[in-house]
């Protein structure tokens, strides 16, 4: 667990956090940081997009993610989609 003040686990950034012994991740958090994360990792992992969702019911299509297979809809789809198949 990393946050910025080091109120809750290490003080620093996320990819701070990154060693060269995981091989594979799981992270949830503002866009920002999954993007970091999306260039930061050298293996495949989990990225949790719960921040996007609106309406929580599928027809706003204001939660939509871009992916490999198309447009999906972070709370129809997801919240979970696998770094392999999201494009950031």
Known sequence: VMTMDGSLGKKGLVTD???????YFYTCGPLPM?????TATRTD???SFEERMG???GVCVGCTLETKN???RVCKDGPVFR???VIL
Do not use: I, N, Q
């Open 83 to 85: 770094k392999e198949e």
């Open 55 to 57: 309406c929580g019911f």
């Open 17 to 23: 956090a990154l060693g060269s012994d995981y091989t």
């Open 45 to 47: 992992g989990e990225m």
């Open 34 to 38: 999954l993007r970091a994360l999306y």
């Open 70 to 72: 198309g447009f999906k």
